[in-house]
Each structure stands twice: as C-alpha cells, then as structure tokens.
C-alpha cells in the first residue's frame, strides 16, 4: 500500500511541475529516443469561424466595399465578403448587436449594442478591432443613423430624443433635439421611442423622425424646429425615402403602409393594406399583422420597388414568413423557411438622392442567409458560396483529417457537384468585397461533420476556408413509414432514429462506416458509378447480457446470418420463452430479434459517390432493446469493421459479410477477469462457423442510455426506443467497450513476429490484444474464415480509454495498414474483376520499415493518463498522470511538422499536449470552459496542428496549437478592405443648379461642432477608447519575438499617453482661450452701461 501512495505522490508532483520528465518505469538506456518536439513548437489560438451567425439580429451593407455585416443576440459580429473571405470578431460585453452601420467606403462600421454602448470598428486590419466606444448612461438606444459622407451619427433613444455623436472622436454635440421640442406643444402624451431618423435625400438640413406613437416630424436642423408633423392613428415601425425628397413612405402595426407627401397636411396622399381582403362596401379592410419594414427604391426606367416584410391576413395560420416585393402593379409574395430577423435592398449608388436601381434583397433569417435576384423574372434566389448549411440538421458528431490524400477532394466534389440544386440565378453573388489571404498552406484538410437526421457531409477545410463536398443520406437505407403512421404530425421528435453517433473512415481506400443511435452499423464504399441495389445486404447481431441463472432453452443462435432485407420476429430462435411476442412489463415490445429500424426491402438506386455495402443491426432480446454502440473502428487492409458496446464487441467481416467474433466483455478477460463479477449463466454453443453467440450477463441499466424513453406511441414489430428498464445490476459492473485499433504488431508478450492484431480500451482502464489470422488476398479471402484469439491483458490505466496509436523504435508514428481506393462497381469483364479481386493490400506496416528485433511503442491515453508500452515485452516505460481533478473528453495522437505528440481537451477547459514517447507535458493553456456537451461531442484534434468544435449549434470555430500557424494566420487570413474609388455624385443638371432643386448641402460641423453647439452634458456617456491597432501586435508579443513587440507596444501605450496628454493641454488652452474671449466680450457690453442698466 505504501509503495502506491509514494507513485500516487510523485504523480502529483509530476502534474504541478510541467517541467519535470514523466515517470520512466523500467529500463531506461534502451529508449533513449532523442525528441525534436519542444515547448516552443507550441501556440494556441483561434484561426477561424464557420458557419450561420448563431441566433443573428442584426445586418448592414457597404455598397462601395460590397462587405455584408451581421450582428448577434450573443454580441458576435460576422464580416462576410467574397466567397472565402469571412472575420468574426466579438464584443467584449457579449449583449446583443441592435443596430450595424457601415462608414461607406471609410473601412470602419459602427455597432450599437443592446447595453447601450456605440462602438466603432477599424477594418481596414485583418483582425477588426474596437478604436472608439460610447456607453450612455441614462438613456436607452433605440435607433441609429448615418448619412452617407458624414462624421455624425445620430442616435435615437427611448426617451425619444436624439443625440448627435462624431464618428471621428467618438464624443457628444452638444446639438439634442428634445421630444417635447419636436412634438406639437398641444400634445399632452409622450411620442414614444424614436424608431427612425433619415435626412431628406435632396436637404441634408432636414431630417425626418419617426416615433413609435405614430407621429413622424419633419425637423429643420438649422432653425432648430420642426417644419411639418405628420399623425397617424397606428404605431410606426420604419420609414423610407423616395429618392427625390418629396415622399415618403411608413410602415404601421395594422399590416398597412402610408405614403406622405413632404409638403402635404394631415393626411397621407395614398394607405396601402398589401395583404388585406378588400371589403365591397368601401369600409376600411381587415387588420393585418404589423408590417415590419418598408424599403422604397426607384428604377430610371420603370416603377418603383416597395419591398416588406411581415405584414400577412391574421387568418393565414400555419403560413410561413413572408417578404412582399410590390413593382409596379405585380405583387410578388416570397415564402421564407424561417422568421425574418431583417433584410437589405442591394442598390447600384450608395447616394440616396439618385436612382437607386436595386438589384437585389438580402434577406436575414433566423437560420438562414438568403439573396433574391430582383433582376430576374420571378425573383431567382443567388447560390449561397458561404457554408452556411452546417446545421441543416443539428450536428451529433465531427472529425477532422488534415493531410489527407491529396485526390480525395477532387473525387468527392466530383460526385457532390452532381447533388447541386437547380434554378439559382445565373448572375454572381453580389457580396464580392475583400481579397483572399495569402496562405502558403498547401495540404488537403476534410471535416465530416454527422448529422440527427442521418445525413454525413464532407467538407473541404483546406487553407481556413470550408465548402462542402459531398452529402450522404443514410437514412436511405431504412424504411421511413414507420415514424409518419407514428407521429401523423409534421412535429420533429425528441428521438431522431437515423441521427449519427459514431463515424469511422479510412481517407485512402475511401472505406467509410457510420454507427447510428438505433444501434446499427452502415459499411459504404465510395464508387464513381450508378449502381441499383436489389437487397441491401444486412447482418443482424445479438449482444446482450442475461439477468443471473436464467437458462436458455435452446442453442441460442441469434437470428443467424440473414442477408434478407425483411427480419421475421419470432422466426427465429428466442432466447426466453416460445417464438411468440411476449410482453414485458418494462417495455410492451416484442421479445424476439427486433431491430430497432426496418431495413428497406425494396431495391435502392445508388448514385455516384458513397454507396452502401452492408448493414449490421444490433436486434432487441428479451424484450430488451439493445445498448448504444460506443466505439467503433475499420480496417480496410483487412476487411474488418469492429463496434463495442456496454455488453461486449463484434468483428464483421465486410468482404465475406459475416460476422467472425461477438464476444462480451467478461469473455475478453478469459481467465485472468481482474474484477469480482457475478458468476454468469453456462456458454451458449458457437457454431464453427464464427455465427452469432448471445453472451449474457445482467440486464441494461438505464443510465448506459444516450437518450430518454420514448413515449408509448409504437407500432407492434419495431420498437424505436433505445431505453431500457432499470435492474438491480451494479453500474461499475458494466465494462464497455471505449476504443479499437487496428495493427500489426507483436501480439503476445516475447513474439518475435509482427501480426495483425486488435487493440481493445475498455472503460474501466484496461487495454486487451487479439490476434488476428487473415486468409491469403484473392479467391482465398473470400471464402476462409477470418479467425481471430485473445491473448489477455495488456495494460491498465485510470479512467476509460480514449486512444491508442503505435510509434516505431525511432519514435515516428506508424500508420495502420490501408488498401488503395479501387473502382467497386467494375463494368468490365470477368478478367478485369478478378484483377480488381486479387489486388494486394498494400500494407503500410512495420514489417516493411523495420527490422524484426526491433521494437515498437504503444500509446494508450485514458481519461487520466497516459502510458507508454515497450513492444514486445510489455513494459510500461513512460506514464504521465494528466489530470488529478478533472478528465479528459477528447485525446489524440498527432503527427506534427517537428514530431508527434498526444493533444488532449479537458473537462475544465485546458488544451495540453505531451510528447512521444516521453510523455513530456509541452503545452497546457486553460482555453475554454466547457459550457455545453455540444463542445465535447464535437472536438475533435488532427494532424499539424490543427483542431475543430461547434461553438455553437450553427458554427463550427476552427483552432491551431503550433506556434508555426500562428505566426502565418496574419497572411492566410482575409482582407475586409480593399482600396475601391467611391462613385461620382449625381449630376445635378444645369436647370436645377440654376432654379435650385437639387441636393441641399449642410455644413454640419458649424451647426453640431462645440462653437456653435457647445457642450454635452458629461454623464450623459461615458467614451472608452478601444485596443484599436495595438490589439494586432500583441498578438505577435507571444511569439519569438515577444520581447521586440512588448517594447514596441510599451512605446505605443506610452505614445498613445503623451498624445492624449497633448490633446488634454491643448483641451484647457482652447477652454482658457474661450474664457478669455467670453471674459472680454463681457467687458465690452459692459463698459458703456450706466449702473443702473444692470
């Protein structure tokens, strides 16, 4: 006991010095491996977001750049340009963006935030950053506005005042236009928040204002008083110009629109109900709900557009949300999947007293991004280039292969470009700003992304960009009636039967293998050509263990190999009771082998791409349903599939389609089984032929369950449920299967060969080997046995195992063996198939790079730590404890460009990697806290320092932990800003130049500048200055030259200091000046009065 105190100690003292070496156990001088991996390899940091802005409210368009903005509940702030040209950046308060407006053609935008703070954003970096804020105290923001060329953001409150902000220095005018000013003075009741403020597109000098109330004044900002004041009995939501300043436009509550005339009193000159019944007796038609939005854009040529949104009958239950483009006397009325959060006319000026020639609407929805032709007959919507589709269906499980073969993204956008919708426009996409990095990443980089609804996509990830490639549905494979007869309804259920829990993939034969919540497996090979499949083969096994001295009464061989497409339940033999459908009092389901979705039995067309090859099913016994599989693994070299679970694991041969190994847990152990378990009933007979066994031992525990019981609503043959009942089994007594891997390596203790071998991690610690002895390639494989033995107990370790990998005596990580992608669905002749037959596996293992009295190392990392074995003695020579208090969700071995290592993600947030073999801790940074499961089902780490997660249900945020990629991001990201010449200002023709008419213009500094207008009031708002450019540098402090950029910086900070100390004395000589000029000013008007003219 003492001994393994002191370990435990000197374990602990490992984890709190990062610098001390692991713990070698053994000896020692023969692993002297000299590792080139050292701490300074490693950085972390953020590179990119993809995705849907997660829960979006708000958009704003420069029309010069041609950049889109997007701002979110959460505060996130998403800049999109041409496709591959994307920046997320985030404020620092995390409240939700109300209102975006770009500086058109400045590079800059400004964002007003629910917490009533104004921020000016510099892009013209190529990470934006924060050079100006304004907190306001005591009023809220409800409304910002920024005309085109201007330094002066006017900002509308709650209150219903407005206040004017300089966008240069970011402080207050003194210049307010007060509420109780701009109403009528007979007016006893407060107009509400102001919910616009435009200027006259031909007067600068007025400015039209919108209150909540109904009320829209006319303000003339010179006199400082209202010019005409418009009413109207409903509440206003916005306002729009025509672009000659004549009219205008309002959008009310009751689903109708006003049009006003500037000069016009008391009422507007047209109301328009566009979706109200017209009654026939000339009464006012129905109410409608409140139309949202109003944009008014006039065409040279034609009529003008009026585009809304909301604004639909009250009796159109059920209908989807609407945008209603009105051109002329046609009505187009555009169906939206999801509400609309805002939307954007696309205009060919940025100057609103011109035509404005719209081209296009963006439209924001909750969950979708969607731009609509105006241009095209029947308003054609643009294909989307950005990957936005990520969440198409919720996202269940991710992986991330970087380096892959560099053909593969060719071949799967090849068969995807084929799944392409019709009907887009033809024209380009019209957001088309900013300009590529210059990244000089050069390697092919996948993410597979699994889906609830059953589908898979492929994403091509290379050089920070994401596109997809290719989508597989899966669910293809199954019989879909069921849920409809179940649900009637077009409700989403909790329980998604086809969702994806696991996915395994070989990049170069092109093998891929889904394991789905209903616990089944699916086998794809990837195929260039059309195939029909009469029957899709499938296999069904049983994995179970049985309540304690219950006897089977017969041989037990479950649902043997049927490659039929229809299970009959009770045709074959049942493992209690006679081949009827007991009922049980868990669950009324069938007692016989059910699986838990139908197999379709009609034959399936499968297009080019994946295509499936076989199904396994796990089926329900007992009327127990089975577990959920855990653990999931391919080889193509050997033609193996192996899945595990809470009862046990089974190895398919895909080649012969047959199942050659269904072994449970206890079984794995022999004889040498290190825990105290109940004694279990008798072995059931095998069949030679490696058929299907029962292994039984207890029932399931309803805690091993990934989701809830589903309700009662079921059909009698096919249960969906993946519940169970609850027994008396002890939890700890359940040993499930967490990790597989496939190798060549020596498979006993002292062996002096190499052979194919499987690694099994349990969750209890404990790593297994088995043999694998595979028939010769060609004819022979097809028709022996695979047959496969265990040979004990490797290892074991704390916590359940994670990953296992294999380096070589040199310490390089040595790949599994793989088999080249061939063509499966060979049209030729019988010679040409049988060559395709007897291709050789090319075999990428040891023997072929190793001399045989070499050794190996085994990784094995667990939820705890991390252990180096010495092959093929079996000695532990390394072992590091990686966390004491929490554990670990995700670890994998990695091949970096300096060497390999272990990447491991926390429970507590902290990122570490370790090398190899040594197991030296080289990074440990506290990244994130894990907020939500999502993150823990979706990180994943790969090669080159690169790994990925959902940051939210939309966005995936992908991340880098080498220092190599951190220091290149600053070229390979994006430039927002692009130098572009902004266009000439309308001509005003002779005439008007002449009589007048045309654009007023207003000298604005004279009329809100601190002469004219004088002081705000101080508390009113606070001015924070922001990080602004320095923000880029302190990136660079962390990297080699840290100390350079920290003097850098320190002279910045120092500068910025003295500049705004200059600024302040420059501040109190100019109010000195005044006071002087005021003091003598005074002294005049004085000096000729009497004293009693005082």
């Not at 954003?121 to 085109?148: D, G, V, Y």
Request: aromatic residues 8%; contains cysteine; proline residues 6%.
């Amino acid at each position: 006991m003492k001994k393994f105190n002191i370990r435990k100690v000197l374990d602990g003292l490992k984890e709190v010095s990062s610098s001390t070496p692991s713990v070698q156990v053994g000896p020692q001088e023969n692993h002297l491996i000299q590792e080139t991996i050292q701490s300074e390899h490693f950085q972390l940091c953020k590179t990119v977001r993809h995705g849907f802005p997660y829960q979006p409210s708000s958009m704003a368009f420069d029309p010069v750049q041609k950049i889109l903005a997007i701002g979110t509940q959460s505060g996130a702030l998403r800049l999109f340009g041409r496709p591959g040209v994307e920046c997320y950046c985030q404020h620092e308060s995390g409240s939700a963006v109300i209102q975006l407006q770009f500086l058109i053609n400045e590079g800059a935008l400004v964002s007003a935030l629910a917490d009533d703070s104004v921020h000016l954003w510099n892009l013209r970096q190529k990470r934006p950053a924060i050079l100006h804020s304004l907190k306001f105290n005591k009023e809220r923001i409800t409304f910002c506005h920024l005309p085109f060329q201007s330094k002066w953001l006017y900002i509308g409150t709650e209150r219903g005042n407005i206040h004017i902000v300089n966008v240069e220095s970011f402080t207050l005018s003194g210049y307010v236009i007060m509420w109780n000013k701009a109403i009528e003075l007979s007016s006893k009741a407060h107009p509400g928040p102001v919910v616009h403020i435009s200027d006259n597109p031909m007067d600068e000098g007025k400015l039209i204002i919108g209150f909540e109330s109904g009320i829209v004044v006319l303000w003339d900002l010179k006199s400082k008083k209202a010019d005409y004041r418009y009413t109207y009995d409903e509440a206003i939501h916005s306002v729009a110009w025509h672009h000659e300043g004549k009219q205008f436009i309002c959008s009310h509550s009751d689903g109708t629109l006003t049009i006003w005339n500037v000069r016009g009193m008391g009422k507007p000159i047209q109301t328009i109900t566009p979706h109200g019944k017209q009654p026939k007796d000339g009464k006012k038609p129905e109410p409608c709900k409140p139309i949202l939005k109003v944009e008014y854009k006039t065409t040279r040529n034609g009529e003008p557009f009026i585009i809304l949104s909301g604004g639909l009958s009250y009796d159109t239950v059920g209908r989807r949300p609407c945008l209603t483009v009105m051109h002329g006397k046609s009505t187009a009325v555009l169906e939206m999947d999801y509400p609309i959060v805002d939307f954007l006319t696309l205009c060919e000026t940025p100057y609103s007293n011109d035509f404005q020639e719209p081209y296009a609407v963006v439209v924001l929805l909750e969950k979708d991004l969607v731009v609509i032709d105006l241009a095209q007959n029947g308003y054609p919507i643009f294909e989307n280039p950005y990957p936005l589709t990520i969440h198409e269906s919720p996202v269940t499980c991710c992986e991330y292969f970087a380096d892959c073969p560099v053909d593969l993204i060719p071949a799967l956008y090849s068969v995807g470009s084929r799944q392409k919708r019709q009907g887009y426009s033809k024209k380009e996409w019209p957001i088309s700003g900013g300009n590529w990095g210059q990244g000089t990443q050069s390697y092919p980089e996948i993410i597979i992304t699994g889906h609830a609804d059953g589908t898979v996509k492929f994403w091509d990830a290379s050089a920070i960009m994401l596109q997809v490639l290719y989508k597989l549905k899966t669910a293809k494979v199954f019989d879909r009636n069921r849920s409809k007869e179940e649900k009637g309804s077009t409700e989403v259920s909790d329980e998604d039967p086809f969702a994806i829990q696991i996915m395994a993939w070989c990049p170069e034969s092109r093998m891929l293998c889904v394991a789905g919540v209903s616990a089944n497996v699916i086998i794809y090979r990837f195929s260039k050509l059309e195939v029909t499949t009469e029957v899709v083969q499938l296999l069904e096994v049983r994995m179970q263990y049985e309540l304690n001295d219950i006897e089977s009464p017969d041989g037990g061989v479950g649902g043997g190999e049927q490659t039929s497409a229809l299970p009959t339940p009770g045709a074959s033999p049942q493992t209690s009771g006679p081949p009827s459908h007991p009922s049980t009092s868990s669950n009324n389901s069938d007692g016989g082998n059910i699986p838990c979705l139908k197999v379709r039995s009609t034959p399936l067309k499968q297009s080019p791409g994946y295509q499936v090859d076989l199904v396994v099913q796990l089926v329900w016994v007992s009327g127990e349903p089975p577990q959920p599989i855990t653990s999931l693994a391919l080889n193509s070299s050997y033609g193996l599939v192996v899945f595990g679970n809470s009862n046990g694991l089974a190895v398919v041969d895909y080649i012969q389609k047959t199942v050659v190994l269904n072994l449970s847990t206890v079984e794995l152990y022999g004889s040498n089984d290190p825990y105290q378990r109940q004694p279990r009933s008798p072995r059931k007979t095998r069949q030679p032929s490696g058929g299907l066994c029962d292994i039984n031992e207890g029932s399931a525990t309803s805690e091993d369950r990934c989701k809830s019981p589903t309700s009662d609503h079921r059909d009698n043959s096919f249960s969906r449920s993946r519940s169970s009942s609850v027994t008396s089994i002890d939890k700890e007594a359940r040993e499930a299967i967490s990790c597989f891997h496939f190798f060549e390596t020596f498979a006993r203790k002292g062996d002096s060969t190499l052979t194919p071998c499987l690694y099994v991690g349990t969750s209890l610690g404990t790593v297994l080997a088995l043999a694998l002895t595979l028939p010769p390639a060609g004819e022979q494989r097809q028709l022996q046995p695979v047959i496969i033995s265990p040979t004990g107990m490797l290892v074991r370790l704390k916590g359940s195992n994670l990953r296992m990998a294999f380096l070589d005596s040199t310490g390089a990580l040595l790949p599994s063996a793989f088999e080249p992608w061939f063509e499966p669905n060979v049209t030729a002749d019988g010679e040409e198939r049988e060559k395709v037959r007897k291709r050789r596996p090319v075999s990428v293992s040891p023997s072929t790079s190793q001399d045989l009295n070499e050794s190996q190392y085994a990784v094995v990392c667990s939820e705890k730590q991390a252990k180096v074995l010495s092959l093929p003695s079996q000695t532990c020579i390394y072992k590091h404890s990686i966390t004491e208090t929490s554990f670990i969700l995700r670890a994998d071995v990695v091949q970096m460009s300096q060497g390999v290592c272990v990447a491991c993600f926390c429970a507590n947030g902290h990122i570490m990697t370790l090398s190899l073999p040594g197991l030296r801790p080289l990074l440990d940074v506290n990244y994130l806290p894990l907020t939500d499961m999502r993150i823990a089902r979706t990180f994943c780490f790969t090669n080159l320092g690169q790994a990925m997660y959902l940051c939210s249900p939309t966005e995936i945020q992908r991340i880098t932990y080498s220092q190599d990629i951190c220091e290149n991001l600053q070229e390979m990201l994006g430039e927002l800003f692009t130098p572009v010449e902004t266009p000439e200002a309308p001509n005003r023709g002779f005439f008007k130049g002449l009589f007048g008419g045309g654009a007023q213009s207003l000298d604005r500094e004279e009329l809100f500048g601190e002469i004219s207008s004088g002081k705000a009031s101080r508390s009113l708002a606070q001015h924070i200055p922001g990080p602004g450019g320095i923000e880029g540098m302190k990136g660079a402090a962390s990297g080699v030259v840290a100390d350079l950029a920290r003097a850098r910086i320190a002279l910045d900070e120092r500068g910025q200091k003295l500049g705004e100390l200059d600024e302040r004395t420059a501040a109190m000589m100019t109010s000195a000046d005044s006071f002087s000029k005021h003091a003598h000013e005074m002294m005049l008007k004085c000096k000729d009065k009497k004293w009693y003219q005082f």
